[in-house]
């Protein structure tokens, strides 16, 4: 690899400085160092700043896609919420016309009775909730009074009968007095 080379390459200014001190030679191994290294220190900054420079372009491209993906997510999130609310309106609009044109029925199902007219029937989809129950009892109730007043007529044809059989009974005894007196 690359930093095994560069090591290899200041193998030879070691050896070098290894070899003056064994043979006693003076050196200054500051002064070898920086007149023989230079051109493998300007490797390895180099090298450092291809790596620099890569590190910050990858951190831009990872930021950019990190914007771009919370860019994406946002706007999907938001045709999300949308399209739920939406749903959500359209489901509140549906329940509440259930709800207001069933007990617009009833209330003119109750006028009908309140206007003597017991041939009214409320006919409202079997619900199972309040509404159905509130239809069934109307209905019950038109039952109810159709049968109380059907009693009353036949009560009232009872009584009419009854009085015009006491009328001609009375008729009859009249005659009958009348013709005692006579």
Do not use: C
Request: glycine share 2%; proline share 2%.
């Amino acid at each position: 690899t690359f930093v095994e080379n560069l090591l290899i390459d200041w193998k030879p200014i070691r050896d070098k400085l290894i070899a003056k001190r064994t043979a006693q030679v003076s050196v200054n191994p500051d002064k070898v160092t920086r007149l023989e290294a230079v051109p493998h220190l300007e490797k390895i900054n180099n090298v450092l700043y291809d790596i620099k420079k890569f590190a910050n372009e990858t951190a831009v491209n990872f930021s950019n896609n990190a914007k771009n993906q919370a860019a994406s997510s946002r706007l999907f999130l938001i045709i999300i919420f949308t399209i739920a609310s939406l749903a959500g309106a359209v489901a509140a609009i549906v329940v509440i016309r259930s709800i207001t044109s069933s007990m617009a029925r009833a209330v003119n199902f109750a006028k009908s009775i309140a206007g003597k007219d017991l041939t009214a029937t409320l006919e409202i989809d079997n619900r199972g909730d309040e509404i159905g129950d509130l239809a069934k009892a109307l209905n019950n109730m038109r039952a109810d009074l159709q049968t109380i007043f059907k009693d009353i007529h036949e009560g009232i044809e009872t009584l009419s009968t009854a009085s015009t059989d006491l009328s001609s009974i009375s008729s009859q005894m009249s005659e009958n007095a009348e013709q005692t007196n006579d």
